[in-house]
C-alpha cells in the first residue's frame, strides 16, 4: 500500500481527519485509520457485542459523559473497568467536583495528576455507599451493585448502564473507595459482594455473542477479565487498543493483540489495531469520528 | 549536593554498585541509590511491616525464587500480586515450563513477548486446581486459597508463602485462570472465593504495623491495594517503586509517590523513591544488592 | 478550573475538538486544549516568528504536504529538521515512494517501523544529489543547500521552502544520505558545507523577532538548536511540544519546557505547553484545527 | 531455551549478575544477559573496532569517568556523541560543578531534570573555549577541535580521547554551547569547523575495521552516525543499544537493530540487543560487569 501525505482541509470534520490518517496509512496515521474502520465494523453490525475495558484515569480525565452517551447508543454493550473509574463517575454525579490545580498537592483535595477532588466530597460518596448498601442484602454481584448505584445518580455512565441494562463489571473493585465501604458494610451487615457471579454472567454474554469485538484503554485488569472471557468462545473478533505501555517489559497492558493469538483470546483471523497514545485525547477522537461516520447527532 | 561520577571497581559487587550510584546522586543513578538506602531500612529494622506489591510479568520474566527468598528470610510481610503470578508460580512448580522461543507466536504455546508456556501446562493445572478446589467449601479468602495452592506445590513463592505463614492477596485474581477453575467449581459446589474478607485481614496487618512500607513493582490493582490499605493508618512510612509508565497519562501505575500524600496513602515525611525502568532488571539489582548489605548470604 | 466532561456533536470539526478538549481541561485533554490556545496565539499574531522543530519521521509518516501548507500559508518562518526529513522530503519528490509492508524486512526495500523505501529510490536521490551539487561551490551554507534542492522538487516543503525563502536549518544533517553526498562531492570539489553560517542566520532571525514561538515536535538536536537560538534574547514567549520521551531519563527531548526556563530558553512569563503523544497523529490534529479556528480553508 | 528462575547469592559481582540475567533469559533479563554477552565478544577480540554512541544526558548523569575508563582500557576506539556532553564533560573538568538540586528550577543554575549546573560555569567554560580558540585556524575538524579542548583539560573524557588518540565525533555539535562559541570566533577569525572532515575520518576507521561494533547510549543523532558509517561496509557486526524510545513512533532511536539490517546498516548475522531502560542505570552495570569479566581491575 501506497504511503499517502496528509492533506488539510478546511471544512474537515473527525471523520474526514480519521479517514485522511487511513489515507496515509503509515505508522500512527494508519493505526488511528485502520482502528477507525474496525470501530466502524463492530459498531455498524448488529452481530458484534462489544465489550469496553477502561483502566486508567478515564473519569477523571473527562471522558464520562462519552461513555454514558456510549451506552445510550447501544454501542457498548459491556463495560469492564477498575473501582477508581466506577469511583470518579459517582462523585461526578453527586456534585461535579474535579478541578485542575496544576500539578502539586492542594491542601484539602486529593490529586490525580493535574487534576484534583476535594476530599470532602469522599464524605458525600460513603454517605451514598451506605445508602446503596442499606437497600442490598445476601449475595450480590458487582455488576448489581452498580446498577444500584447507578439508579439513584441523576448523570453518568453508571445511571446510563442501570437505564439500559448493560452490565458493568469491575473484577478489582476492592481496591477503591467502593471496596472500602463494601468491606466495612460486610463487617456487621448480610451482605457478600459475589464478583464469581459477574463471571458466570460475562460467560453468557460472550456465549450468545454472534461476534465479539473489544474496545480496549489502557489495559491492566479490565483488559485481561475481556480477554479471558473471550478465550471461551475461542476468542475476539475485533478489537482496538489504545496504550502508552511498551510490548518489551511483558506487561498486559502493553501486549499486542498479535501476542493474544497465541492464547485463542484473539482468533487467527480477528481484525485488531493498537494505537501508540493517550487515550484521553486518542478515544474521544476516535470514538467521535466514528459515530460523525455512522450519522449519529 | 554534588553530583560525583561512577567510578568502575573490579572487585565491585552488588551492594558496591548501588552504593556507587548513591554517590553519583543524579538521575537515573541517584533515585536508584536513595532506593536502595530506604530499602535497607525498611529491611533492617524490625518495625516496618514490608509489602511486596507485584503487577506485570514477574514470574514469567524469572523473579519467582527471588520472591520465594524474600519470604523465607522475612524480608516481606505481605505480597499483593495479580492472578497471572499466582498461575506461573504454580505452572513453574507443576514442571518447569517456561521457555524462550522469540517474539513470535509458536503453536502449542501462550506467549509472554519472548517468552512462551506450552498450552498443555494448563491441563496440569486444571488438574491441580481441582485437587486444590476440591479440598475446601465455604467461604474461602484469597489468600486461604492461595496457601492451599502453595501447600501442595514444591517450589516457588505461593509454597514459601504457605510455610512461612506469609499472606499472598490477589483481588484482581477473578481475571486470571484461578479466577476460571474457581468460576467453574463454584457453579455446582459450595464455594465461595471472599476477596473481601483479605481487606479485613489486610487492615489488621496495616493497623498492627509499627511503621509501613511497600516495595511497588510496576503498580496497578496491587500498588494501589496496597496504598488503600495504607491510608487506613495514615499512609506508608516507606516505598519504593520500579515503573515504566508516566505521571503525564494520570495512570496509578504511573504516580509519583508524591501525589500519593495528598490521598494519605503516603505520609508527608514518608521516604519515597520511584525508579524509572524494567523491575525484571532493575528489582533483582536493588533487592540483591541491599541483601548483601545486610550480610545475608 | 472545574473540570467538565467531553461531549460528542455529530457537527464537531477539528477546531471544536480542541475546544472540547479546553473545556474538559485535565491531563492529555486540557494540554492539548491550552496547546491550541498557544498555536492561536502564535499563528494569528505578526509579531511571533514561528520556529518549527522537527526530529523523528515526520515526512516517512506523512506530515510532508502539511508542512509545505504550512510554510505556504507563512504559519511557519524557519524549519529545523534532521537529515532523514529532508531525504524522504526529496525522496518522495522525486516518485512518491514510500510504502507500507507492515512490521518486517522486505528484500529490496529500507524499513522504518511499519513503512518501506525501495533501495532504488537512493539511485534516482543520488543521481538528484550529484545535480544539485555539481551546481554549487565554495562555502554554501545547510540553507542555500536545501535551497537548491526545493528549487529542482516538484513539490514537497523543500519545494515550499525555496518558493517561499523560508529558511530550513538541518543542523545535524551529516547523519543522513544528503551528509553522504556532500561527503563524497566535498573530497574532489571546492565545495564546503558551512553548518556554521546557518546560526549566523537564525540569530539574526531570532534578534529581529518581536516575539518567538516554537513547535516542537519530537526534541533531538532540532528543538535544541532552536532553544539555544532562543537563549540569545532571553527565551521563547511561546511554545508548543509533542514528545513520546520521559522527563526522568534528563534527555533533552523528554525536558519539560518549564526546565528551559532555568536556562533562559524559556521566558519565565512564556506560554508552554507539552503534550505527550505521537505527533503523527496529534500534530495534523492540532495543527488543522487551528487552521480551521483562523479560518484557512 | 528454557527460562530460570534469578538466584541471590551473597558473593554475587556485577559479572556474575549479568551471567545470571543471561541464564533466566527470558525478557528484560535475557536481554541484558545477551547484551553482556555480546559486549565481551566486541571487547576480548582485538578484530572489533567498537564505536560508542550517546545521546542524552551522560555526562550530566555520572558517566563521564566510566568513559574515560573505557577510553584508556582500549576498549572503545571512537565515540561520537551529543554537543551537551562534551559540553558538561569540560565544565566537570574546570571545576566539578554538576549538583543535586531536586527537580525544581533553582536561581543561578541550569536544570537537567534533577540536577544542576551554576550558570557562572559556563563564563570559565566560556574563557577556556576563547583560550582552544585562539590557537586553532584555518579549518579544524570536529575531532581536532575536541582533541584540542581535551589537551587543556585535567580530567574527562576529552583528555582521555586526547591522550589516546581516540576521535571524539559530535556531528550535531552546532546545538550546543561548543557551537555557540564557534559560531561567535568564526564571524572575525579565519577558523572553519569542518564537520564533514570527521566523515572521512570515521568512513577510514570503517573501512579499516576487521569487524564492527557498536555501544548505542540512547538513539539519535550519534547513533545514526554510527549507523550511516556502518552502511560503507555493509553494516555493523555486533550492536547494543540502551533506549527508553519506542519503536512504534518511527523514530531511529526506538528503531530496534534488526531494522538496521534492511538499511544494511546491521549486517544480516550480526549479533544484537537492545536493552529498555535508562541507560545511567543500565550502562554502568553492563560495562562494569563485562569488564570483571575480562578481569580488568
Ligand atoms: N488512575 C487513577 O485515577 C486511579 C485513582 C485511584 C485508584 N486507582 C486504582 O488503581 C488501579 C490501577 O490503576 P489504573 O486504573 O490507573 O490503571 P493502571 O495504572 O493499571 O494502568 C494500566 C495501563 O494502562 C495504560 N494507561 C493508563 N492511562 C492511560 C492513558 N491515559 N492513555 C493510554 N494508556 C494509559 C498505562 O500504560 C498502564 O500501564 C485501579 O484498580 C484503580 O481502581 C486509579
Ligand atoms: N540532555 C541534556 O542534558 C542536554 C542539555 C543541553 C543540550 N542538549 C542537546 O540536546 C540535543 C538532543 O538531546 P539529547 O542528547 O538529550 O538526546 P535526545 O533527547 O535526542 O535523546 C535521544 C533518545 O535517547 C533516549 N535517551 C535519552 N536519555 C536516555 C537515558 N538516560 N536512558 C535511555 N534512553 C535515553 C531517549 O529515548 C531519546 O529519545 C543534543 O544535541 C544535545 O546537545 C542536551
Redesign the pocket.
Known amino acids: 500500500m501506497k504511503r499517502e501525505t496528509f492533506r488539510y482541509r478546511g471544512d474537515m470534520d473527525l471523520d474526514g481527519f480519521l479517514r485522511e490518517m487511513e489515507r496515509v496509512g503509515a505508522l500512527g496515521a494508519g493505526r488511528l485509520g485502520r482502528a477507525a474502520r474496525i470501530l466502524e465494523k463492530m459498531w455498524s453490525s448488529d452481530d458484534v457485542t462489544v465489550l469496553l475495558t477502561v483502566?486508567?484515569?478515564a473519569v477523571?480525565?473527562g471522558l464520562g459523559e462519552l461513555f454514558e452517551r456510549l451506552i445510550r447508543e447501544g454501542l457498548v454493550d459491556a463495560v469492564i473497568t477498575?473501582?477508581?473509574n466506577v469511583v470518579h463517575d459517582a462523585l461526578d454525579a453527586l456534585g461535579g467536583i474535579h478541578v485542575c490545580l496544576g500539578e502539586r498537592n492542594v491542601d484539602g483535595y486529593g490529586r490525580?495528576h493535574d487534576t484534583h477532588i476535594p476530599t470532602e466530597a469522599f464524605e458525600k460518596f460513603e454517605h451514598f455507599m451506605r445508602e446503596v448498601l442499606s437497600d442490598l442484602s445476601g449475595r450480590v454481584s458487582c455488576r448489581e451493585l452498580l446498577w444500584e448505584m447507578g439508579k439513584r445518580l441523576e448523570s453518568g455512565f453508571l445511571r446510563a448502564a442501570a437505564d439500559e441494562g448493560v452490565p458493568i463489571y469491575s473484577p478489582?473493585i476492592l481496591?477503591?473507595m467502593v471496596g472500602l465501604h463494601v468491606w466495612i458494610h460486610s463487617q456487621d451487615h448480610d451482605f457478600h459482594l459475589d464478583l464469581v457471579d459477574d463471571m458466570h454472567h460475562l460467560a453468557d454474554l460472550v456465549f450468545e455473542a454472534e461476534e465479539l469485538g473489544a474496545i480496549i484503554l489502557?489495559?491492566?485488569?479490565p483488559k485481561h477479565f475481556a480477554m479471558g472471557a473471550a478465550m471461551l468462545r475461542g476468542g475476539l473478533d475485533y478489537a482496538v487498543q489504545?496504550?502508552?505501555?511498551r510490548p518489551e517489559t511483558g506487561?498486559l497492558?502493553?501486549a499486542p493483540l498479535e501476542e493474544g493469538k497465541s492464547w485463542e483470546k484473539v482468533r487467527e483471523d480477528a481484525e485488531v489495531a493498537t494505537i501508540v497514545?493517550?487515550?484521553?485525547i486518542i478515544f474521544p477522537l476516535l470514538a467521535s469520528g466514528v459515530m460523525q461516520r455512522l450519522g449519529i447527532v
Chains 1, 2, 3, 4 share one sequence.
Not at 489502557?218 to 485488569?221: C, I, L, P, R
Open positions: 483502566a486508567g484515569p477523571a480525565g477498575s473501582g477508581a490525580v478489582g481496591d477503591s489502557g489495559g491492566s485488569v489504545i496504550t502508552m505501555d506487561s497492558s502493553g497514545g493517550d487515550y484521553l
